[in-house]
């Protein structure tokens, strides 16, 4: 839902423009005749309103990458070229993060969940099978952070459940 709702494309990391320049030739055949167009006309990417390159998007809500399957199923054209063999990209990591978003400051970077409405059925998903987010995303966090970075994270949650827990049978 994320690639077809919403007002501005997918933030895209250092490095990613040119990639995602390099592999269009191997997406362009999936993607939609409107979105062809729209990155005939003004590229499939641009520097929106914070100063971020962000993709492209078609009728202010679709990004130029989706495709639809045989079943009209929304599909990253991006992802199914990598899937395809096709390009040994796989996607961009913003969206191979979301719901998390990942924000560099001066001191810091935080990671951030974005919570939207469009993510309600995969919480209660995630509860039903308790399966934390930062699990769920645990291949895009090694990808962004690194598996030592993730091995500390996965820790530091463990921990923080034991002391929770704690406190509880404390009162």
């Not at 003004?42 to 809500?61: L, P, R, W």
């Not at 979301?98 to 400051?105: A, E, F, N, S, W």
């Not at 935080?110 to 993510?119: D, P």
Request: hydrophobic share 35%; proline share 4%; with cysteine.
């Amino acid at each position: 839902m994320c690639c077809i709702e919403g007002d501005a494309g997918a933030p895209l990391a250092k490095g990613e423009f040119d990639i995602l320049r390099s592999i269009l030739p191997a997406v362009w055949d999936d993607l939609a005749p409107a979105s062809q167009e729209v990155i005939r006309k003004q590229g499939f990417a641009y520097v929106d309103a914070e100063g971020d390159v962000v993709t492209s998007i078609v009728d202010g809500k679709d990004c130029v990458f989706t495709c639809r399957d045989a079943d009209g199923i929304c599909r990253c054209a991006i992802e199914k070229a990598f899937r395809e063999r096709r390009t040994g990209f796989f996607k961009p990591l913003s969206c191979h993060l979301y719901p998390l978003r990942v924000t560099h400051r001066k001191t810091f970077t935080a990671v951030n969940y974005n919570r939207w409405k469009i993510c309600s059925t995969a919480e209660i998903e995630g509860e039903r099978t308790q399966t934390p987010l930062y699990r769920f995303l645990r291949e895009p966090l090694i990808r962004k952070f690194g598996q030592a970075w993730y091995e500390q994270l996965d820790l530091c949650a463990q921990e923080y459940l034991k002391w929770k827990k704690q406190r509880k049978e404390q009162g």
